[in-house]
Each structure stands twice: as C-alpha cells, then as structure tokens.
C-alpha cells in the first residue's frame, strides 16, 4: 500500500530555509508525479510545486516562484521541496501527493495518497 510521509518542517526565522521531504513507502516513485500542497489556517489547501516522474517541475503558485524548487531522489525512493527566502505568510501545513501516473496535474483532486502533512512556521 503506498504510504506518502512528510518531514523537514519547523520553526524558521523570515529569510530562512527549509527542505521538506516526502518519503515513499509501498511504491517505486520513479514512474509517478508528486506535488507539494500547503494549508494555513482557515485557508483552502493550495498547491505549491509538481514534479512529473521525468523531473519536470509545474508551479501552481506564483508567490513562490524564485524561492522554492522541487527535486527528486529516485534512488532515495523521494521527493524534496527547497524552500529559500521564508516568508511569514509561508506559514502552513505542507502535505505531499501523489497523481499515480507520470504527468502532474492541476486538479487537486487528481491527487490522493496525501501524507499528514509536516509544519512550517515563518516567524521571528
């Protein structure tokens, strides 16, 4: 049964970084896309980056652009998501996903498989 699980989050001071990971158990990630996803308190889950099973990256917000990037271990069997220039309004819970299938997606709703989820907290 394929298992996503987050970790890398904590406390970071504005201007911080971060990396997040998302380990995957169960599955060969190689073959599939996984796409980082955030929530912050009374605000709609949105998405943050996509890497597709080639290594192509999508970003579904443009806040971040510039600061975050998404990479893959392959042989690590996981997902990285590099988070540089931490803002306060960063501040969520970050879950991984997955679309099971090669190509990213811009429905939210194409992905399952979420993990619980790992908290980043931008604060001074």
């Known amino acids: 049964q394929l298992q996503l699980v987050e970790s890398g989050g904590g406390l970071v001071q504005p201007g911080g970084s971060l990396r997040l990971s998302c380990e995957a158990a169960?599955?060969?990630?190689?073959?599939?896309?996984i796409g980082w996803f955030r929530q912050a308190p009374g605000k709609e889950r949105e998405g943050v980056l996509c890497?597709?099973?080639?290594?192509?990256?999508?970003n579904y917000a443009g806040s971040v652009k510039g600061r975050f990037s998404i990479s893959r271990d392959n042989a690590k069997n996981t997902v990285y998501l590099q988070m540089n220039s931490l803002r306060p309004e960063d501040t969520a819970l970050y879950y991984c996903?997955?679309?099971?299938?090669?190509?990213?997606?811009?429905?939210?709703?194409?992905?399952?498989?979420w993990g619980q989820g790992t908290q980043v907290t931008v604060s001074s």
């Open positions: 169960g599955v060969i990630l190689d073959f599939y896309a």
């Open positions: 996903a997955t679309t099971l299938r090669r190509a990213c997606s811009g429905n939210v709703a194409s992905f399952g498989s």
């Open positions: 890497i597709s099973s080639t290594g192509a990256s999508t």
